[in-house]
């Protein structure tokens, strides 16, 4: 069965710092992957996602960034965090190729930036 | 532009009676659509979906309703049951973008 892990469960960092998330899905092959976040109090914003290795999309301009190193890795990254990037960071996943399939969640990360 | 919305932010409803809860759209390029329940701390779960070519599918408890002409859907869950207490999320995707576009989301509280 497929599973996807996403480490550390609660971060938090200074203003300024940098941001390393990482996420790995286990189970399947060429997935795509995906980073969301929920701001408090928000919705689920697409931040990123990535249908191939090497391959990313970015939906909103912002302080982030992906990269997908491995077919099954997606990481979120940093370089000076901002107070607005504190937030619940989720990635997710779905079969690749095919339409209609669903979108599986991480636990999610507790990111507060202070 | 919020291309999918949950107009009801929180919805309180009695133990064993219905919940209704609604979303609207407004790309027609949408044709996948799914329901997400969410608890505070923890990642989404999957509940149920519906194709455009549908207007109906049932899980269970839960029932998924599709108006293409009025670019609304909503979700059924009967009968209610504490558990189900959640914020629960409507999502859309296009066909070939692989973007799946989430509202903001209602909280349902079932009241024992």
């Known amino acids: 069965s497929q599973t996807i892990h996403q480490w550390p469960a609660t971060l938090v960092q200074p203003v300024g710092s940098p941001l390393s998330l990482e996420c790995t899905v286990e189970?399947?092959?060429?997935?795509?992957l995906y980073w969301y976040r929920q701001a408090a109090g928000r919705g689920l914003q697409l931040l990123f996602y990535?249908?191939?290795?090497?391959?990313i999309s970015s939906e909103v301009p912002q302080n982030l960034s992906a990269s997908r190193p491995q077919d099954r890795q997606f990481i979120l990254s940093s370089k000076k965090l901002l107070l607005s990037d504190s937030g619940f960071y989720l990635c997710?996943?779905?079969?690749?190729?095919?339409?209609?399939?669903?979108?599986?969640f991480g636990s999610g990360t507790q990111l507060s930036v202070l | 532009d919020q291309q999918v919305k949950q107009n009801s932010p929180s919805l309180s409803v009695q133990e064993g009676r219905i919940s209704i809860l609604n979303c609207d759209y407004t790309?027609?390029?949408?044709?996948?659509f799914l329901w997400y329940k969410k608890y505070p701390a923890e990642g989404p779960t999957f509940l149920i979906s519906?194709?455009?070519?549908?207007d109906k599918n049932e899980d269970g408890r839960f029932t998924v309703f599709l108006n293409k002409s009025a670019k609304h859907l909503s979700l059924h869950i009967v009968p209610s049951q504490p558990g189900d207490s959640a914020v629960y999320f409507c999502?859309?995707?296009?066909?070939?973008?692989?973007?799946?576009?989430f509202g903001t989301g209602t909280r349902l509280k079932v009241l024992a």
């Open positions: 997710a996943w779905s079969s690749g190729g095919f339409a209609n399939e669903k979108l599986f």
């Open positions: 990535s249908v191939g290795i090497g391959q």
């Open positions: 999502a859309a995707s296009a066909s070939g973008t692989y973007k799946y576009i």
């Open positions: 189970g399947t092959s060429n997935p795509n």
């Open positions: 519906i194709s455009s070519i549908k």
């Open positions: 790309n027609s390029m949408f044709d996948y």
